[in-house]
């Protein structure tokens, strides 16, 4: 049976939900465009910011617009690359003179038309730089970080960048912020059952009913490979064991040691619950804590998501001083708020 | 009485016929896509095509080069997705290296189809052999180079040509590229969709120079 969807037409169902997302910012944001959101009263000559990537993962990529976190988002149709215009349009929209930095997630459709629309601003003067998120650690080996597609970690990603950029004052400085956040960010994401396509109401992939899928991407992207249906328990230490070995191969960052300090996400796919969360989350703090890796913040919850699909993702960031510094700074969006600080400190 | 050169408006008509042999031709590219792909290629290039004719339909164009950049420019932003963006590309970059003259002729083919593919090649990062567009796309190209000599019908008519074998000989490779690709050896015996497009595209011009 298709899955129940509270929708109107399914072909508006993209359009639709940035309107949403306009209402829910109540004035805060602006509909810009055939289909962009973008922050009221980005200060001139700011270095801005612009997210983007396909609808229907809500609340990223549009609900990272907000305060001290991205100044626009050029939004996509469901599951789709936003096409060049809509891109050029939210980058015209958020430019103030002084540059503008393209974050997303690197999936070869929305580096076609993100390039595409860089290559339109440029026509226009206005100086454009790409910083690709590839957080997923399953996706390719650590020599070919280029092949690798970006998931959860997107969200600290952006919320540290964000927040350098309120006081960025090139776009060079800031493209350096990025890199250093991306490298720093690692995640491990796993899948028990798929979403559905909401004009169609089809499965967005297969997966058999008592597999877990490691490593699979948030469109159901082949990863690891299937394992039996486990205990939260069982899988946690799966997972973190990735993201350890990777910081453990990758010849461009450290190894995790004792003492480091990091930012700990799980995150749901969709209708893997809160409580499913937070058992699994148990498990992992008592992992990171053997280790002597001192969580310095954790976030929790369904932010990057792929209609009802059931899974989960872990993340970590490593944090030096300068990074701990962006996260400190609040932030408020639809997709994450936090007050100064961290939880704890 | 095939035409020895295109003004501007000719052009417009070409793209407006091929965009026409596009949307009749659907359920071919669908079927071609449903064997490798989601099955999507055939309804994303219908949409692409009827923005095309809206952008197109009505307008009158000073210079060449304008009706391929509109065609691409439409073509990319009613599409979305990795194939507007290469399909856009290669009227949009082929286009624009038409330059702004009043008469299409064999040079601005060729340059149209170097230029195009190129575009596409850095775009989508596709080399010959990855059962792609791309497949058609370079053998159509190079030939353009090669008879860029001769009257306007006698180049379009061996590019064609060259389009069509080289979507022929995509039939036998095996897929590297997008979705395609899980389905490794199994993707043997059936052209690719996209460089299916490509043969109609330029099958259609060279009807349009002959007519």
Redesign the interface.
Known sequence: MAHKKLINDPLKVADELVEGLVEAYNGECDFVGARSLVLKNIPDNKVALLVGGGSGHEPIYHGLVGRNLADGAACGDIFAAPPPDIVLEATQAVSKGNGVLYLYGNYAGDVMNFDIGAELAEEEDIEVRTVLIWDDVCSAPPTEKNKRRGIAGLVPVVKLVGAASQTATSLDELEALAKKAVLNTRSVGVSMSPGSIPATGKPTFEIDEDKIGLGMGIHGEPGVGDIPMTTADELTPQMLDLIFADFDKDEDIDALKEGDEILFFVNSLGSTTMMELLIALRKAREILNTKGIKTYDVIVGPLVTCQEMSGISFSITKLDDELKKYWDLPCQSLCYSKMEGHYGG | MAKETLSPNDCRDMLIAVANKIIESEPILTDADRALGDGDHGIGMERGMNAVKEKLEGTDFETADKPFMAMG?AM???????S???F??LFRTGGKAVGGVDTFGPEQLAAFFTSGTEGVQT??GAKPGDKTMVDALVPAAEKAEEVKGSSLIDAITAVAAAAEAGKDASKAMIATM?RAK?LGERSIGHPDAGAVSVAIIVATMRDFVAS
């Not at chain 2, 990319?76 to 990795?82: P, Y």
């Open positions: 420019m990319m932003s009613s599409m979305g997705g990795a507007g963006a290469v856009g590309t775009r989508g997008g899980t």
